[in-house]
């Protein structure tokens, strides 16, 4: 049975970072590449940022580009979402995500976390 499990979320004041975590088993990790997606209330979920199965690749929505950074330990089994110059825009609940060998922008992804959510003040 897959799991992910994201943990690292709170509620932070505007241009505080945030470390977003999350741990993947039942599955071989390093084939499979992961994404984090944000669903904001009333809003669709969107894509942020994905990360290739081994040669760490990576990809960005425009909007988070230069203040987010994503990561991976394949030994681990887990991604890191690094945030930081955090807006109130950035508020959403966070999801982790994994698709067996690409990392496509749409949500197209095989499996999801729970979530966590981040909350930024102004």
């Known amino acids: 049975q897959v799991q992910l499990v994201e943990s690292g979320g709170g509620l932070v004041q505007a241009g505080a970072s945030l470390r977003l975590s999350c741990v993947a088993s039942?599955?071989?990790?390093?084939?499979?590449?992961m994404g984090w997606f944000r669903q904001a209330p009333d809003k669709g979920r969107e894509f942020v940022a994905a990360?290739?199965?081994?040669?760490?690749?990576?990809d960005y929505h425009d909007s988070v580009k230069g203040r987010f950074t994503i990561n991976r330990d394949n030994a681990r089994n887990t991604v890191v979402l690094q945030m930081s110059s955090l807006k109130p825009e950035d508020t959403a609940v966070y999801y982790c995500?994994?698709?067996?060998?690409?990392?496509?922008?749409?949500?197209?992804?095989?499996?999801w976390g729970q979530g966590t959510q981040v909350t930024v003040s102004s």
């Open positions: 990360i290739a199965p081994t040669d760490n690749v990576t």
């Open positions: 995500a994994a698709r067996a060998g690409v990392i496509p922008i749409t949500p197209e992804y095989d499996y």
């Open positions: 039942g599955l071989t990790f390093k084939n499979f590449g």
